[in-house]
């Protein structure tokens, strides 16, 4: 099968587009024949050795971490799945080897779900790292619940657009950054109040908004954005980043909880968030579609950091 694989870390001349064998599966696996996958920032972070503290890597290992497809092969221990399903899946491994850029992927039945019935295999791709992120920091951290006050730092982009819309099914109030190109956009997807974080100091338009401060600002993308959050989350409130690692003490003089959230994969959750866009709760982020054999240059163009909610892979 064809994968884009790198044999060490680096720019994009180190992509390879190469003939590797087809995976094998486990009892407890199904084969998932690639349709689309998606391009998340953490594929260049990976292709230049940024995240090596998070996760082992081998070589030569394929790209990747998102996949939409139709199951080939199932496992002989898979009751849940069957030949011939539509499926989408968030594919993180112990060690970073076998990546979703790649013609087939192999990958535990329990954390694959049954891709929502009304997308495209482009649309349903482009969800499960984004959504899951969202999900985790947004539920599992930070408690996120009616009546609350939520900051999403980078509303427009592919983990934004779905955290935007999982607060407001939580029956939250969403302020977002973004730029005034994407106002509309997170406008449609439900955010109550919009900060244009170029020309506006998001710390003061929040105090104005919400002299108390909020209950939580979820943090996508770090640095000092992250830090000087910590000045407008209210007491008892949380700060979750998905781009700082986080000292567990960081806060804890304002009794504010703060933490860094690694996505995990989670077949319940997709299949949950699966209901969501197939009652019209949650609807698939702006796409661009680049063909498979273009993965270089999305990735350069998600490098560049004004992603408009994602970009995916097409392999068809
Ligand atoms: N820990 C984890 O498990 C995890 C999971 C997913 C993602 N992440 C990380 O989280 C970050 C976001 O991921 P993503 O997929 O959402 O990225 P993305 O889609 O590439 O984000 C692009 C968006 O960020 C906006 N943006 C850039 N700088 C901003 C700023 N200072 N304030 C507000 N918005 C800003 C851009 O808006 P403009 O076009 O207006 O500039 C664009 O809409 C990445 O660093 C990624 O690696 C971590």
Known sequence: MKAWVIHEFGGPEVMKLEEVGKPEIKSSEVLIKTECTAVNPVDWKMREGMITMLLPH????????????????????????????????????????????????????????????????????????????????????????????????????????????????????????????????????????????????????????FPEGVDTVFDCVGGKTFHSSLDIVKKGGSLVSICNAVDESYGAEKGVKTGFVFVAPNGEQLSSIARLVENGVVVAPNLEEFPFHEAPIALEKNREGHTKGKIVLSLT
């Open 58 to 209: 081998e070589f030569p290992a394929i790209i990747g971490w998102d996949v939409a497809g139709i199951i080939e092969q199932v496992g002989d221990d898979v009751k849940r799945l069957r030949v011939g399903d539509f499926v989408y899946a968030f594919c993180r491994r112990s060690v970073v080897k076998d990546g979703t850029y790649a013609e087939y992927v192999a990958f535990d039945a329990e954390h694959v779900a049954h891709m929502p019935s009304n997308l495209t295999m482009a649309q349903a791709s482009s969800l499960p790292l984004v959504a899951l992120t969202a999900w985790q920091a947004l539920f599992d951290f930070a408690n996120v619940k009616e009546g609350d006050n939520v900051l999403i730092h980078a509303g427009a982009g592919g983990v934004g657009s779905i955290a935007i819309q999982l607060a407001k099914h939580a029956k939250a109030r969403v302020i977002t950054t973004a730029s005034p190109r994407n106002f509309d956009y997170v406008k449609k997807l439900g955010a109550d109040d919009i900060i244009d974080y170029n020309s506006q100091d998001f710390i003061e338009v929040t105090k104005q908004l």
